[in-house]
């Protein structure tokens, strides 16, 4: 298991207000209760290792096997602390006489400590457990007890006494029942973490997480497996389910089959079941927790239970099952199933019968894309023609022929976010001879989006598309083509071919109506508009752009306007405005089921709005979400590049180690993707500098100086590069002042290539700014440089601009100005969690005999005036955004301020905050909420 309890705050929360309550002299239980495998054990080792106040500590198990012998818990309590460990005596006295010594025994070992005492496993107690666990829940009086119990409801058939234990104590007021949940896929991923003791990958966790259905049991065997396939943990679950009454256990295997939530009704017709005998053992399944109830239908609670029970079925009950739920749901009245037509043909698909397969997957096909369910609908196209050959004259069966069909999946794998798919299925078209040219040139078209998406290719396929239709031969096809053509040179910054191929296909779209063209054409010019300094034409090209693909009702081009848009905003400094059209980007791609195929990319422009504005907790959420979903290669290394960005600023360096490698790797392969190396080769510079490892890191400088050419036109690139690779001189000629020269040589050569490119005057000026000051290291244009990316709101940046002003500062002897400069500094990274530029500035501080800013006296945690302010406003009970306005601060601020306190305090919650702020006298009285 993991060495440490993940998540379960609340929980623990809860558990010690209940020993806070005790405290007075009274018995207080908590009744811990949840599936195996979910936590219960390491919540209360965990809790009441971290008590206060020295408690004696009792803790006693039942045993599954040991329900024979009376009072067994009690006889096997073991003290975690030093203390006296009272046990009953059995021989031959009555109960009452049994239960009452034993009260008074605990009573004399408790004295006036407080004390612990945990049953474990209540739902294998015996009746004397029970009962001796009862009374002193009622009875022990004038001690200060916290009584825990645990059990897993779950193992309890409706009526067993232990149920009705935990139903009398639960009506006390004086008992509290703690059920615990499955863990978040977040939570999986730091228990993973905490496991493998290495960075894990948020698809990884995400895997796990749904096969594990958040039980930490699971997690953990799965997280630790050589094979996560292997027997163990199968043998284990199909030892529960063995248990089972033989109905429960044949429901249980028919809901497994189902595959997904399915009503009563449809599972008595696959289990040949009557409803009341379907009752009884759904009974069983639902109290148990194999079965959970969804609505008005039943689904197996956990995946990998399902897999076990699925495994050990023989192949042709499985099929048979499957035919009977195909069966049962194609008679189901509409009006009261909806349209089941894609559970129908996976079910058909299961049973191995093409005649019945084929035209069912066709059907559903359709309901997938009525749905904008694009991989549901790929899936079923592939089923089509993977039985195309095996039924007579398929195409009269279902009225279209198999090229079109391809076609249809091709699309269908360009909106899914499947490349690989979508790749291999155009290119067996185009080996197709009789092909027409204009299909020919259409598929070119498909090809070359799914290429560009893959390694930002796809410009051999555009060419070769048009040549297939002139002017004239189609021009419909040809105003995709050129739409297309323009978007796919937008990475590679082809400003004239941009211009040539959206104009016609404007002029195209336009004599056409064709909206969705115009849409793609649009956005496709707001780049260059924004390049040229025009930000108010970039703006004006992604609006019309919004407008036409909401016109046309094509999804695709609605969120890509919405990333370009975003893209402009951002580069312009415009960060909040960008990061709402980011998220209104992001919405769309959801709503319109393009979350794998576009929204990787608005989860990365999103995110990188949120990193500039320095949320990067926000940031963070909003990557590993869509790193889950296992985007598209280009896709999830964007979306991996943007996480090691915040991860480098954190000191989260084994991830970013394992992020920036699999980034490279998907760069170095790309044969069209050397720009995008420079920004990794940014990410991986820092990394170096945050590891101390400035050869490499100069190494990486020399690769940006050797292939300079390849930036011409993309200044933001360019110039947040040459700002990383100055730092690193900087930091070479701190460490190795004797290589000042050859370091100067460097400098200046990156200098004089941000000379040659001009940065247009839409983008924000922060990176130039910077560049002049790390130039002429004047104290004044260290300022500038601080107040410029203060004004676009990047507080990092800020930070790192600040401490070349400290610097400049110190050379001057000006030790005031850099003592103020380098506590804002200080403040900046510590709220940012930035701990590589915290421990720079604590480096600095020790060199320069500069002093942190004292504190506040008598207050034992560290805190400052600026958190002591923020702190008296949640003892108010105000939220972020009242304390912001009452300080003139940000809201971004407030919440970086909240989150040091917590820290500096050791809690979790406001509440908690709240009262060691009062238990210390850190509030007055007069700040509490009225």
């Known amino acids: 298991m993991s060495p440490l309890l993940v998540g379960r705050q609340p929980e623990r929360d809860a558990v010690r207000a209940a020993y806070a309550r005790a405290a007075d002299g009274r018995t207080v239980t908590v009744l811990i209760t949840g599936e195996a495998g979910i936590g219960k054990t390491t919540l209360v080792e965990t809790v009441v290792a971290d008590l206060p106040g020295d408690p004696l500590v ?23 602390t030093p203390g006296t460990v009272p046990r009953p005596v059995t021989d031959g006295e009555s109960r009452a006489t049994v239960v009452r010594r034993f009260l008074d025994e605990l009573r004399a070992a408790i004295g006036s400590r407080s004390a612990v005492v945990v049953v474990e496993d ?12 009862v009374q ?37 007021a004086d008992v509290s029942t703690l059920g615990l949940g499955p863990l978040t896929r977040a939570e999986v991923g730091q228990q993973l973490t905490e496991l493998a003791r290495l960075p894990i990958h948020p698809a990884r966790a995400a895997e796990i997480h749904r096969r594990a259905g958040g039980n930490p049991f699971f997690v953990a065997a799965l997280g630790t497996a050589i094979d996560p396939d292997a027997g163990d943990l199968r043998t284990l679950l199909l030892d529960r389910v063995a248990q089972l009454p033989e109905q429960a256990r044949h429901v249980l295997d028919v809901s497994a089959v189902a595959g997904a939530p399915m009503e009563d009704d449809v599972l008595a017709a696959a289990a040949e079941l009557s409803a009341p005998e379907l009752a009884v053992a759904l009974r069983v399944l639902t109290d148990r927790g194999h079965l959970a109830v969804e609505g008005a239908r039943y689904a197996v609670r956990h995946e990998l239970l399902r897999e ?25 009245p509409s009006w009261t199933a909806g349209d089941r037509s894609l559970e129908i043909a996976l079910h058909w698909a299961a049973t191995d019968d093409p005649h019945e397969a084929l035209p069912a997957a066709w059907r559903a096909s359709a309901t997938a894309r009525a749905r904008t369910a694009y991989d549901a609908e790929l899936a079923h196209l592939q089923a089509v023609l993977r039985w195309w050959d095996a039924v007579p004259a398929a195409n009269r069966l279902i009225g279209e022929d198999r090229t079109a069909i391809v076609v249809r999946a091709v699309r269908a794998a360009l909106q899914a976010g499947d490349d690989d798919t979508g790749l291999g299925l155009a290119r067996s078209l185009l080996d197709d001879r009789d092909l027409s040219p204009v299909v020919r040139a259409d598929v070119l078209g498909l090809l070359a989006r799914l290429e560009n998406r893959a390694d930002l290719g796809g410009r051999q396929a555009i060419e070769a598309a048009l040549r297939l239709v002139p002017p004239g031969v189609d021009d419909a096809v040809r105003c995709r083509v050129l739409a297309f053509g323009a978007v796919i040179a937008l990475p590679e910054h082809r400003l004239e071919d941009i211009e040539a191929l959206a104009a016609e296909s404007l002029q195209l779209a336009d004599a056409l109506g064709d909206h969705g063209s115009a849409a793609w054409a649009h956005l496709s010019l707001a780049w260059p508009r ?16 919004v407008a036409a693909a909401d016109r046309a009702g094509d999804a695709v081009a609605l969120v890509s306007a919405h990333q370009v848009w975003s893209t402009v905003l951002t580069a312009a400094a415009a960060l909040e405005e960008g990061l709402l059209v980011a998220k209104a980007g992001s919405a769309a791609a959801e709503l319109n089921g393009l979350r794998r195929s576009k929204g990787p990319m608005m989860s990365a422009v999103e995110a990188e709005a949120l990193t500039e504005l320095g949320r990067w907790d926000e940031a963070v959420e909003v990557l590993d979400d869509a790193l889950a979903d296992r985007a598209p290669s280009f896709y999830n290394a964007t979306l991996a590049l943007k996480r090691a960005v915040v991860a480098v600023a954190r000191g989260e360096l084994p991830l970013a180690r394992m992020l920036v490698a699999e980034i490279t790797d998907v760069a170095q392969r790309s044969p069209h993707a050397e720009q995008g190396l420079y920004d990794v080769h940014r990410v991986a510079m820092e990394l170096a500098l945050a590891e101390g490892d400035l050869e ?11 292939h300079s050419a390849e930036l011409h ?56 700014l910077t560049v002049l000051a790390e130039r002429t290291n004047r104290l004044g244009d260290w300022d500038a440089a601080a107040s410029g990316w203060a004004t676009v709101g990047n507080p990092y940046e800020q930070a790192w601009s600040l401490l070349g002003a400290v610097r400049s500062a110190l050379s001057s002897s000006s030790k005031a100005g850099a003592a103020r400069r380098l506590d804002e500094a200080d403040q900046l990274a510590e709220q940012l969690g930035a701990a590589p530029l915290s421990e720079l500035i604590a480096e600095l501080r020790a060199r320069s005999g500069l002093r942190r800013p004292s504190v506040r006296a008598g207050t034992p945690f560290g805190l400052t005036e600026r958190e002591l302010e923020v702190l008296r406003g949640l003892a108010k009970g105000a939220s972020n955004r009242q304390i912001a306005a ?12 909240v989150r040091r306190i917590f820290i500096k305090l050791s809690v979790t919650s406001r509440a908690a905050a709240t009262a060691v702020a009062y238990e210390h006298n850190l509030v007055s009285p007069s700040s509490a909420s009225p």
């Open 58 to 80: 009792l803790i006693g198990s039942c045993l599954e096997l040991g329900g024979g012998l009376p009072y067994r818990p009690f006889l096997d309590l073991r003290a975690v």
């Open 122 to 133: 209540l739902h294998w107690s015996d009746e004397t457990t029970r009962d001796l666990f």
């Open 136 to 172: 002193l829940a009622r009875s022990l009086r004038g001690v200060a007890l916290l009584l825990i119990g645990t059990l897993r409801t779950g193992e309890l058939a409706a009526g067993h006494p232990v149920r009705q234990l935990a139903g009398e104590l639960g009506r006390r």
């Open 308 to 332: 076990a029970v699925l495994s050990d079925l023989p192949p042709l009950e499985r099929r048979r099952l499957h035919r009977r739920f195909a069966t049962a749901l194609t008679v189901m």
């Open 530 to 545: 924004a390049m040229a300094g025009d930000l108010k034409a970039a703006n004006d090209h992604c609006e019309r752009a």
């Open 696 to 706: 490499a890191a100069d190494l990486l400088v020399d690769r940006v100086l050797a």
């Open 713 to 768: 036109g993309r200044a933001q690139a360019l110039d947040r590069v040459v700002v990383t690779a100055l730092r690193v001189q900087t930091a070479r000629r701190l460490s190795a002042p004797r290589d000042r020269a050859a370091i100067d040589v460097r400098r200046n050569a990156l200098i004089e290539l941000l000379d040659r490119v001009p940065a247009p005057t839409s983008l924000h000026p922060g990176p130039r």
């Open 886 to 897: 009452d300080l003139y601060l940000s809201v971004n601020t407030v919440g970086a301020h």
